[in-house]
């Protein structure tokens, strides 16, 4: 595991929305920000801001953040209970949404969402893709199940504990090799 970047070449970076979303809304909880019509605002300032470090540290010349898209996919017409014992979004969280998407397009950050495909399916398309082109990738999410999608140019970075998982820090965090996982 390594702290920073070492390539001199400037990666693709996937980031994962939804994940962010998520660890941004529940850091802020305490905190509770808010407009001055009372709208929630917390999740919204830390994602930007996780965004924005991300940013100035990597310089990519690439970089796409990927959100689920609302509705079912397509593991829930493979089984029905799919996700079922989840708790419902709460309900602070759900009118940051769209305002955070736009705020990211806004900035000119690529957004993608593909329809009945789960975000965490669309960073792993992308990576292999972009692996097999020999591009450097870092996948910024703090998923573990997205370790199993570290190889020679792929890795995952935990901007919440400021760390980088290689193919050695798989091995090491979880005693086995990515394809393993």
Do not use: C, W
Not at 117 to 135: F, H
């Amino acid at each position: 595991m390594s702290k920073k970047k070492t390539s001199k070449n400037k990666p693709l970076v996937l980031v994962d929305g939804s994940s962010y979303l998520f660890r941004a809304f529940h850091a802020t909880q305490r905190a509770d920000l808010r407009t001055s019509a009372g709208e929630p605002t917390g999740a919204i300032m830390v994602v930007l801001n996780m965004l924005y470090k991300l940013l100035d540290e990597y310089s990519p010349e690439h970089i796409a953040v990927v959100f689920d898209a609302p509705g079912k996919t397509f593991r829930n017409d493979l089984y029905d209970d799919y996700k079922a014992n989840r708790p419902p979004m709460p309900d602070d969280l759900r009118p940051q949404i769209e305002p955070l998407l736009e705020a990211i397009e806004a900035n000119g950050i690529p957004l993608v969402r593909v329809a009945d495909v789960e975000a965490y399916d669309v960073i792993g398309t992308l990576a292999r893709e972009a692996s097999k082109r020999g591009l450097e990738t870092v996948i910024s999410t703090s998923d573990k199940d997205m370790a199993q999608l570290v190889a020679d140019n792929v890795t995952l970075l935990d901007t919440m504990s400021d760390t980088r998982l290689d193919t050695d820090g798989v091995k090491a965090k979880f005693g086995v090799a990515p394809e393993q996982i």
